[in-house]
Every structure is written in structure tokens, then in C-alpha cells.
């Protein structure tokens, strides 16, 4: 969902609601020999990964703080094993599983579960041994993709248009259709973001064509699918936010027209870096696609089946994904009482020189 944009959301929210405004470090930023981004209160201690922006006194909040942490590996069968079937056999009405089935959302599932356990985990030294445990129990029995399809799935029901339904499903039978699932599923795997970066390369020093690049602009335009990603991480936050505040001190409670500031703050802050992101995933994703396939795909999400479908999957997936974030945030400050993660927030002293 947002490999790029690793915000530490749960342990900065308890910083905001039990101490707003009152913590504040310096902010450094390098990138090590790998590429990995660091941010920290402290300059990095090797010359070789020197600091990339001026040490500056900035609060410590969900505006301008990204906690960078390890992304766990994604093995080839946590995903693979939910590809969706060759043939979805037909004995009458497309059942509301067959299309499921059809579009791939399993394999998709886990991948999210992953990003949402990115989002969700601290970065590594930041908790005692004992409550980094602790949290890593919660986020595995909490973040199951059977989990989230039961929800998405009972979510998804409410919505049902048959006609729609049924011209969604023969499009999602159809050769292109299935091709372009497949293509889809494969954004799960864990090597796709390096093959984006690799292409983005590649396609620099040889343009896509204009209509290529409108094409893609248009797709995304139609299905809605930045829009969708900045959604999903504003409904990741909001839960975070309830969660940390009901456990914290009633003085320092958000009210809901609160956290309701806070989030879209949130999200207009993510969208931007979330369509460029989406755009360069979009390119490397449909690349074997002939300009007239990607057109015929266009077609099929401008259609009445397609918006219905991109519509219906977008709500059944905030859903889904509400609960269960808002669910496990109220786990992991159980597990974990708010006093310890403002206390892992704060930043570590300076030396005196």
C-alpha cells in the first residue's frame, strides 16, 4: 500500500495525544549504501552516510516525522497459494465468491496485511524486547488475510448490483480480463518494487509515448485508484487515532471533530507522494499490455460494471480495513500500556559536549 511512506503511525499517535506539542528533536535524514532512508534525531555516526538536510527543531508529530522500519519478507507461497482459479466453473448466477475469486483480492490481502504490519510495528530498538514481542504476537493473530476477506467479503454483499455484477465477472473471465489479474497479483510479490525502480530507470532514457502515458493518467483517473490508496491511509490513521486516544488520559482525548482534522490532514499530506508512487507501479504493472489492451481496459473501467465494481470493492475494502486496524491498535495498546510507547517516542538525550 505505502512501502514509501513508513510513517510509525500507532507510536506517533500516543506521542500526539499524551504529549502534543511538548516533544522536539532535530531532524536528520541519509541514505546508506543500500538505498535505505534513515530519519533520526541524532547526525548519522559514519562519514560514509552523511546527512541530507540541515539539523532543524521540529515537534514530533504525524505531520512531519517518517519512522523508517524493515519491511518482514514476503515469501512467494503466503501469496501465491490464493491465485485465482484458471476456470471459475458456471452452474448458474455468478455467486458473490466466484467473483471474488475471479478478481484476486486473496493474493491482494496479503500483501496488505504486510503494509498495514509495516505501519503498525515500531521501528527496531525503539521497544524493550519484551514489548516488541508483545506487539509482534498481536499483529499476527490480528492481521490475517482470512480475516480481512471475511470482512471485505461481508462488507461487499450489501452492494450488489446483479446486472453489474454479472458483466463484471464475464470481463474478469474474459483472456484480457484474466491477463490482466494475473498482472495485478503479481504487484504482491516481493520483488515487484525493485523491478518499478529498475523500469522507472529504463523508461527514462526511452519515453513512453504520449498516448501511453495518458492512458495510464486516464486509468487511474477512472478507477480512482490514488484516491483509493490515500483513503485506505487516512482510514489506517483515523483507527490508530481513535485507538491511542480512548487509552489515553481523558484530559487528553481527541474529540471525533478532532480526529477528524487530524486525518484529512493526513491524507492530503500522503496523496500527492501516493499518486506519483501509484503512477510508477501502474507503468511497470500493465508494460506488456499493447496500448489497445490497455484501452480496452480503460473501456471496461469506464463502464457502468466497472465503476460499480471499483466502487464497491473501494468501500468493502475501507471497511474491512477500518475495523480491523482499529481493532488491532486497541490490542497493541493493551499489550502495551500508552505510558511505554510516549515514553519510546520521546528522543534520547543529548551528550553534553
Keep these: 500500500m505505502t512501502s514509501r511512506l513508513k510513517s510509525g503511525l500507532l507510536l506517533l499517535g500516543v506521542a500526539v495525544v499524551l504529549a502534543p506539542g511538548t516533544i522536539s528533536a532535530g531532524s536528520y535524514k541519509w541514505v546508506d549504501e543500500k538505498g ?26 504525524l505531520k512531519n516525522l517518517e519512522v523508517v522500519k524493515p519491511a518482514p519478507p514476503v515469501q512467494e507461497q503466503d501469496y501465491k497459494k490464493y491465485l485465482p482459479p484458471a ?27 504486510r503494509g498495514i ?3 503498525l ?19 499476527a493473530k490480528s492481521l490475517r488475510p482470512e480475516a480481512l476477506y471475511g470482512l471485505m467479503r461481508e462488507a461487499f454483499i450489501p452492494q450488489i448490483d446483479r446486472t453489474n455484477l454479472e458483466a463484471t465477472a464475464a470481463w474478469l473471465r474474459s483472456p484480457l480480463g484474466r491477463r490482466i489479474t494475473m498482472l ?8 515487484f518494487e525493485q523491478k518499478v525502480a529498475d523500469y522507472n530507470e529504463e523508461i527514462k532514457a526511452n ?18 485508484s490514488s484516491d483509493s490508496s490515500a483513503d485506505l491511509y487516512a482510514t489506517l490513521s483515523r483507527g490508530v487515532t481513535k485507538a491511542v486516544s480512548a487509552a489515553g488520559p481523558p484530559e487528553r482525548r ?44 480503460v473501456v471496461f473501467a469506464s463502464s457502468d460494471a466497472g ?3 471499483h466502487n464497491a470493492m473501494h468501500k468493502a475494502m475501507i471497511s474491512a480495513v477500518g475495523r480491523t486496524v482499529e481493532q488491532t491498535a486497541v490490542e497493541l495498546v493493551r499489550a502495551v500500556p500508552v505510558e511505554r510507547w510516549a515514553r519510546a517516542a520521546q528522543p534520547a538525550p543529548q551528550a553534553v559536549r
Design 87 to 113: 476456470v471459475v466453473p458456471r452452474s448458474g448466477p455468478t455467486r458473490v465468491d466466484d467473483l471474488l475469486e475471479l478478481t484476486g483480492v486473496r493474493a491482494h490481502l496479503v500483501g496488505l496485511a
Design 121 to 139: 510495528r515500531p521501528a527496531p530498538g525503539i521497544m524493550n524486547a519484551k514489548d516488541q514481542a508483545s506487539i509482534d504476537r498481536v499483529l
Design 207 to 224: 519515453r513512453l509515448s504520449d498516448r501511453r502515458v495518458e492512458l495510464i493518467w486516464r486509468l487511474d483517473w477512472v478507477m480512482g
Design 254 to 297: 481527541l474529540r471525533p471533530g478532532q480526529i477528524d482534522e487530524q486525518v484529512a490532514e493526513i491524507r492530503a499530506r500522503v496523496s500527492k507522494p501516493l499518486s506519483a508512487v501509484h503512477h510508477e507501479a501502474t507503468r511497470y504493472a500493465y508494460r506488456d499490455l499493447s496500448d489497445d489492451e490497455l484501452t480496452a481496459y
Design 184 to 191: 495485478e497479483v503479481a504487484t504482491v510479490d516481493p520483488s
Design 307 to 309: 465503476r460499480w465494481y
Design 117 to 119: 504490519a509495516k505501519e
Design 36 to 61: 535505505n532512508v534513515t530519519y533520526s534525531d541524532r547526525p548519522p555516526q559514519s562519514a560514509d552516510s552523511p546527512a541530507t538536510a540541515p539539523a532543524e527543531v521540529v515537534p514530533l508529530n
